[in-house]
């Protein structure tokens, strides 16, 4: 399917899709959402496909919410349009998202990665919250997934002044898993999908779900989901064929991938 704001690719059982709106360094304006939100629906119901990879271009994973779009909105009109409830399509997403990102990650779109399962960055990243400089606050999640990530007080001089941290900040902080050379970043993070892609899929499925509770429930609660959907595991063919590989000295052979 064509998409006006956004490329889709498929290579293997792996999705891949590239923000594009390159004149404005991939703001995000509520029709890229409508995009975004339409091929998420169609990779997350496609069972060819195990792991997706959401990219930008080397100059801007994204530049933030489109302000030119945002500017002449009042209160009401932005608790009636429900202004950034379309964003959160992607942390709902039940299977895993990568999210890698070259050039500018900025309030909205530090935010958008922030919401995919992990964020592998090139050596050019920059990731900031400038929303401060517009007379405004991060408006999704940023002020809380961005505290998880990095603690509190790099959130808040990064959300009070509005300054970018760097690929290397980043990754010191926490905040990305791995810091590639620029002309990488696509092909890494696809080999990195793939190999997801290629194991157990309810295996995958169920990691994402009880890493994703240590940031919603207390421990001893998360302890307890872990060992419920642990225990659930050993109902699967893949549990049994893998275990049984490694006994045998072979590659497994999952039937859910
Ligand atoms: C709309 C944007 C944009 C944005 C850039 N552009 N960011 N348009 N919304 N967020 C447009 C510019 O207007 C310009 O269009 C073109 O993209 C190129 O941008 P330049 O500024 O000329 O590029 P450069 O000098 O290289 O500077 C890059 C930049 C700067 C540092 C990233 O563009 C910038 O500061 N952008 C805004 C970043 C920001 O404040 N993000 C937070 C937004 S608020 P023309 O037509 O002039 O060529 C937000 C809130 C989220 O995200 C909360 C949830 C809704």
């Given at each position: 399917m064509a998409y006006e704001n956004i490329l889709v690719e498929t290579r293997g059982?792996?999705?891949l899709i590239t923000l594009n709106r390159p004149k404005a360094l991939n703001a995000l304006s509520s029709g890229l959402f409508v995009d975004l939100n339409a091929a998420l629906d169609s990779f997350e119901a496609d069972e060819n496909i195990g792991c997706i990879v959401l990219t930008g271009s080397e100059k801007a994973f994204?530049?933030?919410?489109?302000?030119?779009?945002m500017q002449p909105y009042t209160s009401v009109t932005a608790y009636l349009t429900d202004l950034i409830t379309p964003w959160e399509r992607v942390s709902r997403n039940r299977k895993p998202i990568i999210a890698a990102v070259a050039g500018y990650a900025l309030g909205g779109g530090c935010e958008l990665a922030m919401m995919c399962d992990f964020i592998i960055a090139a050596d050019t990243a920059k990731f900031g919250q400038p929303e401060i400089n517009l007379g405004v606050m991060p408006g999704a999640g940023g002020t809380q997934r961005l505290t998880r990530f990095v603690g509190k007080s790099k959130a808040m001089d990064m959300c009070l002044t509005g300054r970018m941290m760097d690929a290397a900040e980043a990754e010191r902080s926490g905040l990305v898993s791995r810091i590639v050379p620029a002309d990488e970043l696509v092909d890494t993070a696809m080999d990195v999908a793939a190999k997801i892609a290629d194991m157990s899929l309810p295996a995958v499925m169920m990691i994402k779900e009880s890493v994703d509770r240590a940031y919603e429930t207390t421990m001893s609660e998360g302890v307890r989901f872990e060992r419920r959907v642990f225990h659930s595991l050993f109902a699967t063919e893949d549990q049994s064929e893998?275990?049984?590989a490694f006994i045998?000295?072979?590659?497994?052979?999952?039937?859910n991938r």
């Amino acid at each position: 399917m064509a998409y006006e704001n956004i490329l889709v690719e498929t290579r293997g059982r792996v999705a891949l899709i590239t923000l594009n709106r390159p004149k404005a360094l991939n703001a995000l304006s509520s029709g890229l959402f409508v995009d975004l939100n339409a091929a998420l629906d169609s990779f997350e119901a496609d069972e060819n496909i195990g792991c997706i990879v959401l990219t930008g271009s080397e100059k801007a994973f994204a530049a933030g919410a489109d302000i030119k779009e945002m500017q002449p909105y009042t209160s009401v009109t932005a608790y009636l349009t429900d202004l950034i409830t379309p964003w959160e399509r992607v942390s709902r997403n039940r299977k895993p998202i990568i999210a890698a990102v070259a050039g500018y990650a900025l309030g909205g779109g530090c935010e958008l990665a922030m919401m995919c399962d992990f964020i592998i960055a090139a050596d050019t990243a920059k990731f900031g919250q400038p929303e401060i400089n517009l007379g405004v606050m991060p408006g999704a999640g940023g002020t809380q997934r961005l505290t998880r990530f990095v603690g509190k007080s790099k959130a808040m001089d990064m959300c009070l002044t509005g300054r970018m941290m760097d690929a290397a900040e980043a990754e010191r902080s926490g905040l990305v898993s791995r810091i590639v050379p620029a002309d990488e970043l696509v092909d890494t993070a696809m080999d990195v999908a793939a190999k997801i892609a290629d194991m157990s899929l309810p295996a995958v499925m169920m990691i994402k779900e009880s890493v994703d509770r240590a940031y919603e429930t207390t421990m001893s609660e998360g302890v307890r989901f872990e060992r419920r959907v642990f225990h659930s595991l050993f109902a699967t063919e893949d549990q049994s064929e893998g275990m049984q590989a490694f006994i045998d000295k072979r590659s497994p052979n999952f039937r859910n991938r």
